[in-house]
């Protein structure tokens, strides 16, 4: 694979700040976590709440997997009306969802989460009206702690959802969130499924065993690849990567940029760029340098539309001074030093800086596309035609 750098400056965005995609990356974590599942004889559900766009989709559905993952009704919603099949509601459905999303399961393979008695009456009373099957699958709670019963619930639900003949009775899902980013996640993960396998041990024994047990993710492939319980895997941001799942070492490449461009130079400090919390999400770690400036420069927010590229020399200077200044401080003290020069290598004014986002979902969320990159430095217009926007103009109540 060329090198990253090299890549980045060969592509020229029309306007910026612009999410771009590498091809070559792309198609190889796609394969790689595709041939992982095969050789375990697990399936592969992608999330699609990652990407929401059904260009990805489309491409992870040719590499061999199964159906997507959606995260809510306005997800599963777009992926279906864009002919994406075999959908999966990956968190309990509020009420007002239980008929749009009976709705789409009478023309498209649909299924949904439950973790209370009350989803049950609530997706089986729109199922039916709308004349459709549901399946449904019961979700377990192991450590999480957002949504799912506790093990030793789960056959009562099981029982409950199954007296209803327009809800299909389809499994398990166990998502193990809290260790996707556990550098020592090895063992309580061992812990974790071996409850499930004993659930699902008991459901087979009271004669309700669960066709699917679905779950995992990017961080935890390998592992629920290995564990024999999961049958299906959940991963989400191996596609795309972000800082957040390559300091936690998920063995993907980098595919996802942002592109960013100069917009300022006034500071020996920094140079001010044009993307800032509208383009980057701001929870987990900042977004990384990965091209366009020097070696270990940083990204920091400068508001809404602005960021910061701060200089590694200038970063060394702040940091073998004792005085604790602030921000601002840092920037008036070296601005004024005569004796620290201004940087030969800084970005210039119009120059690009390519970022690697912090945290890859909710920054995929802010933007309406992205660039497909071919090595060449062709670009191709993929939309990112899942967000979370309704499907319909809402209405009053």
């Known amino acids: 694979m060329d090198d990253l750098p090299r890549f980045l400056s060969r592509l020229r965005p029309p306007r910026t700040p612009a999410l771009l995609v590498r091809r070559m990356s792309l198609e190889r974590n796609l394969r790689e976590l595709a041939g992982l599942c095969r050789r375990a004889g697990v399936a592969l559900r992608p999330h699609g709440k990652m990407h929401k766009s059904s260009g990805i989709a489309r491409l992870q559905i040719a590499e061999g997997a199964v159906g997507l993952c959606c995260q809510t009704v306005d997800e599963a919603e777009a992926f279906a009306a864009a002919g994406i099949d075999n959908l ?25 989460v439950v973790d209370s008695p009350g989803q049950v009456e609530h997706l089986a009373a729109a199922a039916s009206a709308a004349g459709a099957t549901l399946g449904v699958l019961v979700d377990v709670n192991l450590g999480q702690h957002r949504s799912g019963v506790a093990p030793e619930e789960a056959p009562a639900l099981v029982a409950a959802l199954r007296a209803h003949p327009a809800l299909r009775w389809e499994g398990l899902q166990c998502y193990l969130g809290h260790l996707q980013h556990d550098p020592e996640r090895e063992r309580p993960h061992a812990v974790a499924t071996a409850r499930l396998a004993t659930l ?4 087979r024994a009271a004669g309700m065993p669960p066709r699917i ?43 996802l940029f942002l592109a960013t461009s100069v917009v300022s130079a006034r500071h020996k400090t920094h140079v001010t760029v044009d993307a800032g919390f509208k383009a980057l999400a701001a929870d987990g770690p900042p977004a990384r340098v990965v091209a366009g400036a020097p070696p270990g420069s940083l990204f920091r927010f400068q508001g809404d539309e602005h960021g910061a590229i701060l200089h590694p020399a200038a970063l060394a200077r702040a940091g073998a001074s004792r005085a604790r200044a602030s921000w601002h401080e840092t920037v008036m003290l070296i601005d004024r030093d005569p004796a620290f020069p201004w940087p030969a290598d800084a970005p ?19 933007h309406a596309g992205f660039h497909l990159a071919d090595e060449t430095g062709s670009l191709g217009w993929m939309p990112i035609d899942a967000r979370r926007e309704p499907a319909h103009a809402p209405h009053a109540r």
């Not at 239980?98 to 009478?106: G, H, Q, R, V």
């Not at 935890?220 to 972000?242: K, N, P």
């Not at 210039?348 to 802010?366: I, S």
């Open 213 to 255: 047990v679905t779950g995992g993710g990017t961080g935890t492939a390998a592992l629920d690849c290995a564990s024999g319980v999961f049958t299906e895997l959940q991963a989400g941001s191996y596609a795309f990567m972000d800082v957040q799942y390559a300091e936690a070492g998920a063995p993907f490449a980098p595919a």
């Open 88 to 112: 999966l509601l990956t968190a309990p459905v509020p009420a007002w969802g239980a008929a749009p999303l009976a709705a789409l399961a009478a023309h498209r393979r649909v299924a949904a």
């Open 200 to 203: 699902v041990a008991d459901l």
């Open 348 to 366: 210039a004014e119009g120059a690009l800086v390519w970022l690697q986002p912090g945290h890859v979902d909710p920054t995929v969320n802010l």
